[in-house]
């Protein structure tokens, strides 16, 4: 849902040409390996994390190509959370969530009483979603960007 990320984009190579080009082929990001594999006729980028120890949010990315006729081909990447990877990150935005409504509604009841509590649970909130997210810039988002970028040098 909200870490599911799209491109598109136009190559001038035929979508078989493409196939070609990527299938089979690995590709590494941040020490891990990613591989390049053609399912139910479309190419999914599958990460190769057996041997990791560290809890990471790794994405699965899936190219779609159709032609285009004489211009080429449309690509599509889908980059989305593996479901194994996705409960973590979900529990976080929904605790933010929760922090900083309940702080709205604890502020809406009692306007008149302290406001402290309610700013500090605001606070608390939006700190944790901002270390989150940033984490998560650091991680998924920069191994959803490098194969994308992999993906259109490679198709050039």
Request: net charge positive; with cysteine.
């Amino acid at each position: 849902m909200i870490f599911k990320r799209t491109y598109r984009y136009n190559s001038p190579l035929q979508a078989e040409d493409i196939r070609q080009r990527l299938i089979g082929k690995h590709i590494q990001v941040h020490h891990l390996d990613f591989e390049i594999l053609e399912r139910e006729k479309m190419l999914k980028i599958i990460p190769h994390a057996e041997d990791t120890n560290a809890v990471k949010t790794l994405p699965i990315t899936h190219v779609e190509m159709q032609g285009a006729g004489s211009a080429g081909t449309r690509i599509t990447l889908t980059s989305k959370p593996r479901r194994i990877d996705i409960g973590g990150p979900y529990l976080i935005v929904i605790f933010c969530l929760f922090c900083i409504v309940g702080a709205s509604v604890l502020y809406l009841m009692n306007p008149l009483e302290s406001q402290w509590p309610s700013i500090s649970m605001i606070g608390i909130g939006l700190v944790i979603f901002i270390i989150f997210w940033l984490r998560m810039e650091a991680g998924y988002f920069d191994y959803t960007r490098k194969i994308r970028d992999y993906v259109k040098h490679s198709v050039k």
